[in-house]
């Protein structure tokens, strides 16, 4: 079976204020969204890790800080293609 990256679409999380002092400002994770919604994230601090998320609403409500981090689209929507 042939896999393809149709209705994947990658992000950043760009982080305006560190309310915890670990990460830092600025780009601090990337991650994919996968056709079904389910979401990945990498943390790019010195210390990484994989979560995986049921979608990206849930990884905003948890990262998000109540806007000071953002999801950044890196890809288009895959209606958009």
Do not use: C
Not at 19 to 31: D, F, I, L, N, T
């Amino acid at each position: 079976m042939l896999l393809t990256n149709r209705g994947m679409r990658r992000f950043h999380l760009l982080r305006n204020t560190d309310m915890s002092g670990v990460s830092g400002p600025g780009y601090v994770a990337e991650g994919v969204q996968f056709a079904d919604g389910q979401t990945v994230l990498k943390w790019l601090t010195h210390v990484n890790s994989l979560a995986v998320y049921p979608d990206v609403e849930a990884l905003v409500m948890i990262h998000g800080h109540d806007g000071m981090t953002q999801l950044v689209w890196d890809d288009d929507s895959p209606g958009d293609r």
